[in-house]
């Protein structure tokens, strides 16, 4: 899914967590791809998120740097426009980011909601927040402690590399607009659920982020249509190619596609995000229909 060549990014929006030097790379922890840390590793496998392994940790809060000659610098001055998003997965992500907020933010009110501004934390290696280290060990995440998604753009690499997404844009914007899904199910009081009921096949962590999945694709069916404070669309008309790139993300991150890679078998038991079919499925839903109202995956009997 391309940007629009000069539709003007906000980099306002993100935050720098740093360069660690730790890089991508380590195994990938259990349901955390593109899941809610908070307290689910520690409820399922009795982890502390901030004793994961990592490269090194950093604490980041705003875009400034200090060079090697002692200059401020802005991390993300490279990501200006569209035509910035398209060449780089940093201005990429900052770019979903504004479209993905334009969205809710204009929509929301008609449920009598208003959006509540959530910035994302892009930094390499590893960074804090408040539920424990971010690095490619636990892959992107909404904390609702401090209410930011954290993401490392070599993530995406990772996702292509080890679990067989492919490399095209809206399978990475696929994975920030399902962790503004858990930003919205927090404000809409509904995150809780996960951890009322942490895993299984039908779990209410399980449903959680079907429904994420599900509203990134309200927002993709949109997308084209949202346009920045510029006026003009963040983004252009979704392909069919487009569709079948989040498809191949959203497979990639099914529970059951990752315990055959990483264990070598599968345990509906321990599932905490859904089956890759399922994960489809739900986007597909959000995709179709393009209404919020259809992503309720509490009101159904099965989800996956």
């Not at 660690?20 to 502390?48: E, Q």
């Not at 200006?80 to 201005?91: I, K, S």
């Not at 949202?226 to 252009?236: I, R, S, V």
Request: proline residues 4%.
């Amino acid at each position: 899914m391309s940007f629009n060549d000069n539709v003007r990014l906000d980099t306002s929006q993100v935050e720098s967590g740093g360069r660690s030097g730790g890089g991508p790379g380590g195994v990938v922890v259990g349901g955390g791809i593109g899941g809610i840390i908070m307290l689910i590793l520690a409820l399922i496998f009795g982890i502390n998120p901030s004793d994961l392994p990592t490269g090194g940790t950093t604490s980041g809060s705003d875009t400034s740097q200090v060079d090697a000659g002692g200059q401020q610098t802005d991390d993300f001055a490279k990501c200006q426009t569209g035509a910035d998003a398209n060449q780089d997965a940093e201005c990429r992500v900052i770019g979903t980011v504004n479209s993905v907020q334009a969205y809710w933010t204009a929509e929301l009110p008609r449920y009598g909601k208003q959006w509540q501004p959530t910035k994302t934390v892009l930094y390499s290696g590893a960074t804090q927040s408040q539920c424990g280290t971010a690095s490619n060990q636990v892959g992107p995440f909404y904390c609702p402690l401090d209410q930011r998604v954290y993401i490392d753009a070599d993530f995406f690499g990772l996702l292509t590399q080890r679990f067989g997404a492919d490399d095209g844009a809206l399978a990475q914007e696929y994975v920030v607009a399902h962790e503004y899904g858990h930003a919205l199910q927090d404000q809409l009081g509904l995150l809780g659920r996960a951890q009322q009921d942490p895993q299984g096949p039908e779990s209410g962590a399980v449903r959680t982020e079907l429904m994420a999945d599900c509203l990134a694709g309200v927002w993709a069916k949109h997308a084209s249509s949202t346009p920045g404070a510029d006026g003009q669309p963040f983004l252009k008309e979704l392909t069919t190619q487009d569709i079948q790139s989040a498809l191949s993300a959203a497979s990639a991150v099914g529970d059951d596609q990752i315990q055959a890679k990483t264990q070598g078998r599968v345990t509906p038991e321990n599932w905490t995000h859904g089956s890759a079919e399922a994960r489809q499925r739900w986007f597909l839903q959000g995709y179709k229909t393009g209404d919020l109202n259809q992503c309720d995956t509490f009101a159904v009997a099965s989800v996956n």
